[in-house]
């Protein structure tokens, strides 16, 4: 049988394995968020955006505001994990640093999509008019929220077709 300290090592290093791995994939998310970011804050620069309408402009601050409100989401489980786990009192703390990373992960990839969609609803909006990006929109916030959401919660249920 197994030495209870092997066990334990066992859970660390799988706690360890979980950590690495989430704050792998918000890097992943990070440079996508920064780039979505660092492009809309250039658009109020521009010479067309001073034609936008109310509603462009509404959508336009819904979108700013979503993007770097995922990226505040999505780099706090990295400080947390430095401010936490290495600057702490020494303890290990994985359940909770990963926990607390999770959480602000999926909130991160909600206002992602809120800042995606709605910068999409804007493009269009500007290409072709109102009446093309309201349908396309919806249709792209479908397919986020079935491969973000339905997706994984399917197959965590076990649910594989």
Request: glycine share 6%; hydrophobic share 50%; net charge neutral.
């Amino acid at each position: 049988m197994p030495q209870k300290d092997e066990l334990e090592q066992g859970e660390r290093r799988r706690l360890e394995h979980a950590l690495e791995e989430t704050l792998q994939e918000l890097r992943v998310v990070q440079t996508g968020v920064q780039i979505l970011s660092a492009f809309l804050l250039t658009l109020p620069f521009t010479n067309r955006f001073s034609s936008t309408t109310g509603f462009e402009k509404a959508v336009y601050v819904v979108s700013l505001v979503a993007a770097v409100i995922t990226t505040a989401l999505v780099l706090a489980p990295v400080s947390y994990h430095r401010r936490h786990h290495h600057l702490g009192d020494g303890t290990d703390d994985f359940p909770q640093i990963i926990t607390v990373s999770v959480r602000l992960t999926l909130l991160g990839m909600t206002t992602l999509m809120i800042a995606a969609v709605s910068s999409i609803l804007l493009a269009i909006d500007m290409a072709v008019g109102l009446g093309w990006a309201v349908p396309l929109t919806a249709a792209v916030a479908l397919v986020c929220a079935a491969l973000w959401y339905c997706l994984p919660v399917r197959r965590r249920r076990g649910d594989n077709r």
